[in-house]
């Protein structure tokens, strides 16, 4: 049981948008920035987003991030066959003392 | 270019240890923190430690307190992670990640080395 919640899967189609959630609570997601990571099949995971909506050089702009109160939100424009993938948030939660991570989304493009 | 690179993994019977490394390289490894974070096969990712960059500080996660150690040698620009009393769900594979802000941006990630935990 992660102490981010994600939805497990969400789909779309080549060109769509989609947007994926991540619900935590105050000690974390509340008074605290979220990340984003894309992990590729096989591969390990990359930044795709931090401090909640800023990109790393070479993320391109069809990658956005936003967050509110105690949830944050990916979104991921033009969708490509490319961005198959499982995305998960990320946070510190300072009650804790540690990092926490959301349980995952496995994004399908049709 | 920034690079980490991990090894020690391999197969361990219940209750033993293992030494995982991460040799560092491309960057000021004294200025950084750095993580671990494991995934197990076919799970999520799950956060296990995180080490200052001046080693002062370290933090784990509750599944492997009292069990694990964060260290990191700056002499070698190596990180390592002392992983004792293993268990079955230790299973996974370990990336080591550095952090290029706080420590939830872990902006460079090893390619990972997997540690099996079984008789």
């Known amino acids: 049981q992660s102490v981010l919640t994600q939805p497990p899967s969400v789909s779309a189609a080549p060109g769509q948008k989609v947007t994926i959630s991540c619900s935590g609570s105050?000690?974390?997601?509340?008074?605290?920035?979220v990340s984003w990571y894309q992990q590729l099949p096989g591969t390990a995971p990359k930044l795709l987003i931090y401090?909640?909506?800023k990109r790393p050089s070479g993320i391109p702009d069809r990658f956005s991030g936003s967050k509110s109160g105690t949830s944050a939100t990916l979104g991921i424009t033009g969708l490509q066959t490319g961005d198959e993938a499982d995305y998960y948030c990320?946070?510190?939660?300072?009650?804790?003392?540690?990092?926490?991570f959301g349980g995952g989304t496995k994004l399908t493009v049709l | 270019e920034v690079q980490l690179l991990e090894s020690g993994g391999g197969l361990v019977q219940p209750g033993g240890s293992l030494r995982l490394s991460c040799a560092a390289s491309?960057?000021?490894?004294?200025?950084?923190?750095m993580t671990w974070v494991r995934q197990a096969p076919g799970k999520g990712l799950e956060w296990v430690s995180a080490?200052?960059?001046?080693?002062?500080?370290?933090y784990y996660a509750d599944s492997v307190k009292g069990r694990f150690t964060i260290s990191r040698d700056y002499s070698k620009n190596t990180l390592y992670l002392q992983m004792n009393s293993l268990r079955a769900e230790d299973t996974a594979v370990y990336y080591c990640?550095?952090?290029?802000?706080?420590?939830?941006?872990?902006?460079?990630w090893g390619q990972g080395t997997t540690v099996t935990v079984s008789s």
């Open positions: 990640a550095k952090p290029g802000g706080d420590y939830t941006v872990m902006d460079v």
């Open positions: 491309g960057f000021t490894f004294s200025s950084f923190a």
């Open positions: 080490i200052s960059g001046s080693g002062a500080s370290t």
């Open positions: 105050s000690s974390n997601i509340g008074n605290n920035y």
């Open positions: 401090d909640n909506n």
């Open positions: 990320g946070t510190w939660d300072s009650s804790l003392s540690g990092v926490v």
